[in-house]
């Protein structure tokens, strides 16, 4: 057993921090929480008095991530690395980036998508103690339609991916879809149901058909797993989420019917903020199209509108950065957690989006500091209520999952 005392402790439940807080670690789980006066100390307990001002909280969630890519914050740089790198040599390199998001305090992960489907081994070896690396959920590859979102725009039509992602047709290639990606060993789906268009002025359109949202949807919920969809709003958002996705990605535009109905049966947005950021940045200083700025301008103000609304609503919001696209694995998926607080979310229900809801969302026993969780846990040298930013800094992040110190790397 370890008991570890602090100044501070923020549960991740959304209640106000706890001072002269105490945790008490049996194995790989947490048996007690609370004020250390009332916990004492429990015969045979390591001691570990965290230094003056030391803030616990629990293990970080980033519900959307792609360990498969670098970061790179470049259009082109992304292509060339996705035809380049053969998918063994993204598992391996994915395995220093699960280190790294580990360091940065961030206990879990869900990939949202991986050529060859190669985060689903990362977790095996993870699971394994192969590797180390926060919990990792996979969706495999993601399941697109010919021509769609995922299906590698930016390429020679003599170009031919394999393995790249999931293309599919109709209804029952969707389902085929699904049972694949099952098979190769996901732990949920990925959908592409609706995109901005790329010819006309329309910020929203269905990709999928809506049978095709529904007989993935079924399929996936009668294997008992959950779907995750990219997409960008409107009526065919307001659609893909009635037809049962579970939890939406981006989705800018979103209206209050919609909100009402996602806090009512529970449906999950991660709004994505720090990728959206990057992007409009790089747009802004490389130039585009008249279309694509304003597109940049627009997303912007929509992003924020949408997040207090959602806010007002009641819809459970998870963290989710998108990092290994347009941000580095490690401090920028902490931006999300910057933004979410710039965005009106409280340090203290920031990290709820951060721990609580993303383990709901990933159905892990983590996520809280309550007695039975996995011991999951961040030791912060400083107070991220008076600056969230402190979380970025990972020099003053000590680091435990499952109750285990995670080792500093030698070199940074
Ligand atoms: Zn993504």
């Not at 380049?84 to 940065?104: F, G, S, V």
């Not at 008992?224 to 989420?241: C, D, F, K, Q, R």
Request: charged share 25%; with cysteine.
């Amino acid at each position: 057993m370890k008991l570890i005392r602090a100044d501070k402790l923020i549960d991740g439940t959304g209640a106000k921090a706890l001072e002269g807080a105490a945790i008490l670690i049996e194995g790989d789980r947490i048996k007690a929480v609370g004020r250390a006066a009332d916990i004492g100390q429990p015969e045979g307990a390591e001691i570990i008095d965290a230094p003056k001002g030391t803030t616990i909280i629990p293990g970080l969630i980033d519900a959307h991530v792609h360990m498969a890519y670098s970061g790179a914050v470049d259009l082109d740089a992304f292509r060339v690395e996705t035809a380049l790198i053969h998918c063994p040599a993204m598992a391996l390199r994915a395995a220093r980036y699960a280190r790294e998001t580990l360091e940065y305090g961030i206990t879990a992960v869900r990939d949202m998508h991986a050529p060859g489907g190669t985060i689903i081994d990362l977790r095996r070896a993870i699971d394994a103690g192969q590797v180390e690396g926060p919990r990792i959920k996979a969706c495999g590859l993601g399941l697109t339609v010919t021509g769609g979102h995922m299906d590698q725009p930016g390429f020679g039509d003599h170009v031919m991916f394999r393995d790249m992602n999931a293309n599919c047709e109709g209804p029952d290639g969707f389902r085929a879809g699904v049972r694949q990606q099952l098979k190769r060993g996901a732990d949920f789906i990925k959908l592409n149901p609706c995109v901005g268009s790329r010819r006309d002025e329309r910020y929203f359109r269905f990709e999928m058909t809506l049978a095709e949202i529904t007989a993935a949807c079924e399929e996936a919920h009668e294997q008992g797993v959950m779907v995750g969809a990219h997409t960008s709003g409107g009526p065919p958002l307001s659609a893909a989420i009635r037809a049962g996705c579970d939890t939406v990605e981006h989705a800018h535009w979103i209206d209050d019917e919609t909100l009402a109905y996602m806090a009512e049966h529970g449906t999950y947005l991660v709004p994505t903020l720090a990728v959206n950021e990057a992007s409009s940045a790089y747009i802004l200083e490389h130039g585009a199209s008249e279309r694509t700025l304003k597109w940049a301008s627009d997303s912007e103000t929509a992003k924020w509108e949408r997040l207090t609304r959602a806010k007002a609503a009641g819809v459970k919001v998870a963290m989710g950065s998108d990092a290994g696209f347009f941000l580095p694995h490690g401090a920028g998926n902490l931006r999300e957690i910057e933004l979410l607080v710039q965005g009106g979310y409280s340090p203290i229900e920031a990290i709820h989006c951060a721990t609580a809801v993303g383990a709901d969302l990933m159905q892990i026993d983590a996520g809280r500091l309550i007695a039975g969780k996995f011991a999951d846990i961040v030791l912060v040298a400083g107070d991220p209520t008076e600056n969230i930013s402190i979380l970025r800094d990972k020099t003053k992040l000590t680091v435990f999952k499952g109750g285990k110190p995670v080792s500093r790397r030698l070199k940074h």
